[in-house]
């Protein structure tokens, strides 16, 4: 294919706001999917994503559309629209030259579309605004092109208006795409080299990559060579997604010249949901896994995750296309301790540690400072609800970085937040405070100082190794009681009276009492039926197997599995 006819691209858009609609419409424009066919999210492929209604992974579709006597092919990728999978949005961009940036002509710009817009931006990509939905009812277009000049400072004429739902003018889409989207540069006659930008495990037929090609050709029967791992492969087969696989015998450009620890329910299932794990990972690189091992739980995984979204999603993926059954516990992030004592570097050989296991968190006498992740936040909010969004970023330790109006009654608000405290519940309170209004998204920021201690819980005094956590010395009361308590609900009565507390070093910070009860499971026999109560003993004594214990209190399974899991 003439490389001056190629265009590759993303849609790209804050979530819901109409990016699978709108590619659905361009396949079937390019004729690529039926028209007749009810085409509802073609390239939402997996089953999470059709129940959740989001986009996971990013999807790749090649058309083919001719246009003024001259025939073009444009890679289409999809992204998905959640904070949590820029990762994908990031690969996505780095195989394209241009994006069109969706936006909602009812809800404007929101948060995603700032993150989104500023990644393509500094991938050096052409952007073309695309305002969606000018079908509904309070569709304010021309309201959102003058968001788009304030925040975006793209010119309001080049902001293409659409309904991807009813196909409105989605074929000046296309046109722009020809028009203001250069085509790749590539070097056919140089050595291959390739972008792999996603990838999926397939039982029969081994790994199936998603290339950008930039130089050089492939074809069957070539060995390539990974320029991350070393590793050499043979490839079995080539050719294009249209939308689904379709065998070619060459891809070649024609021309001169880019933290939760996770256990099996039952221990035997262990090396199955190994390889899972194992297949997931390859098609999702962006999660990091390291083997653990729990006291309580046995062996596992701590696996690092972009946030909680991503962390269910990969569980979800798990169950339903691997069948495996897992405890996620609660997330924590990697802090940082720079070292003091000459012996603790020698031991780590460096001066900066992470501490990713409570286990390792150094004492306070061996340390110069901890430090704490910390990420950039951008809320975008109706102006009725900055009070109490404020109060929540407050309440979350949050500082006020930035605050502007992107039209009369829009906010947008920049804070630094410490990312330990926005990982588990902060979207939901912020969605739910706002009635579903504000928008929110973050990007790294590197590392703060930040006071933190470790935090122990003890039955009758002994120390609790598993449920040792690592907190920021203000919020070290509420999670302290917080676990004293679940601990409390999931404990069962034993014959004495079961102190539950929570300490830093020897202060106690809060404590929670289990009364004492005496369990007779002969109570129910009465006289002398013999086998019967030997069955009663049996039972109980296996009953004990599933038991830990911590000093002389029992600690069952489940009870580690209420506190530890997320809820
Ligand atoms: P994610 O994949 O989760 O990021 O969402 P998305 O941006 O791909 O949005 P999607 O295409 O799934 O559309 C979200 C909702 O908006 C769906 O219910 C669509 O039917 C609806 N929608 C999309 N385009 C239009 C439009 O032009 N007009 C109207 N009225 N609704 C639309």
């Known amino acids: ?22 590619a659905d419409r361009l396949l079937e424009l390019t ?27 990013a999807q790749t579709a090649s058309l083919f559309y001719n246009w003024e006597g001259k025939q073009y092919l444009l890679n289409l990728i999809d992204t ?8 994908e949005v990031s690969r996505s961009l780095s195989a394209c030259q241009g ?4 936006v909602d002509a009812n809800e404007g710009i929101q948060a995603q579309t700032v993150a989104n817009f500023f990644l393509a931006f500094e991938a050096q990509l052409s952007v073309i605004p695309v305002i969606n939905k000018i079908d509904l009812k309070n569709a304010d277009p021309e309201r959102v092109e003058k968001q788009i000049e304030k925040v975006f400072d793209i010119s309001s004429d080049e902001c293409i208006k659409i309904s991807a739902k009813l196909g409105t003018n989605v074929e000046s889409v296309l046109q722009a795409v020809i028009k203001r989207i250069p085509s790749p540069k590539a070097h056919q006659k140089n050595p291959l080299r390739a972008l792999v930008f996603d990838s999926t495990f397939d039982q029969y037929r081994g790994v199936i990559a998603n290339v950008a090609l930039f130089d050089g050709a492939v074809s069957k029967g070539d060995k390539i060579v990974s320029a991350h791992t070393q590793k050499t492969y043979e490839v079995n087969e080539v050719g294009v997604l249209n939308p689904n696989e379709q065998p070619t015998h060459k891809l070649h450009l024609k021309k001169e010249d880019l933290i939760e620890g996770m256990y099996p329910v039952d221990q035997s299932e ?11 990972t390859l098609n999702d690189s962006s999660v990091t896994v390291h083997r653990d091992n729990s ?10 995750f972009l946030g909680l979204l991503h962390m269910e999603v990969f569980n979800q993926r798990l169950e339903q296309e691997y069948n495996a059954s897992v405890i996620l516990t609660t997330p924590t992030v990697p802090y940082k301790a720079v070292l003091s004592s000459t012996k603790l570097i020698k031991e780590y050989r460096e001066k900066e540690i992470i501490i990713i296991n409570p286990a390792q968190f150094p004492d306070k006498s061996k340390v110069v400072e901890y430090l704490e992740p ?14 109490k969004i404020m109060m929540l970023c407050q309440a979350r330790r949050a500082v006020q970085k930035n605050m502007m109006f992107i039209d009369q009654n829009r906010v947008m608000l920049k804070y630094l937040f410490p990312l330990n405290e926005i990982v588990v519940d902060f979207y939901d309170s912020l969605k739910s405070l706002s009635s579903g209004y504000a928008s929110f998204d973050y990007e790294d920021a590197g590392y703060q100082t930040a006071e933190l201690v470790k935090m122990d819980i003890l039955l009758n005094g002994n120390i609790v190794e598993e449920l040792v956590t690592v907190v920021h010395k203000d919020k070290a009361h509420t999670v302290g009681k917080a676990i004293c308590e679940r601990l409390k609900d999931s404990l069962p009565r034993q014959l004495f009276e079961i102190a539950i507390q929570a300490a830093v070093g020897s202060k106690i910070i809060a404590r929670e009492t289990v009364k004492a009860y005496r369990k007779n499971v002969l109570a129910k026999c009465y006289g002398g039926d013999i086998t019967r109560k030997m069955k009663l003993l049996k039972r109980q004594a296996e009953g004990k197997k599933k038991l830990r214990k911590v000093g002389n209190v029992e600690v069952p399974k489940d009870a580690f599995i209420k506190v530890l899991r997320t809820q």
Do not use: C, M
Not at 1 to 22: M, W
Not at 295 to 304: D, E, F, I, S, V
């Open 31 to 57: 004729g690529t999917i039926d028209k007749t066919k009810n085409n509802k999210q073609v390239l939402d492929k997996l089953q999470v994503e059709r129940e959740r209604g989001i986009t996971v992974k």
């Open 1 to 22: 294919f003439p490389v001056e006819n190629i265009r590759n691209f993303s849609i790209i858009a804050h979530v819901d706001h109409g990016k699978s609609t709108l």
């Open 295 to 304: 006291l309580a739980l046995g062996a596992g995984w701590r696996l690092g």
């Open 270 to 280: 262990y090396n199955n949901l190994k390889s899972a794990v194992e297949k997931l």
């Open 80 to 87: 998905p629209g959640h904070v949590d999978f820029s990762y």
């Open 374 to 387: 910390v990420v950039l936040g951008t809320i975008i909010t109706p102006d009725e609800y900055i009070g």
């Open 99 to 102: 994006v069109l940036l969706v």
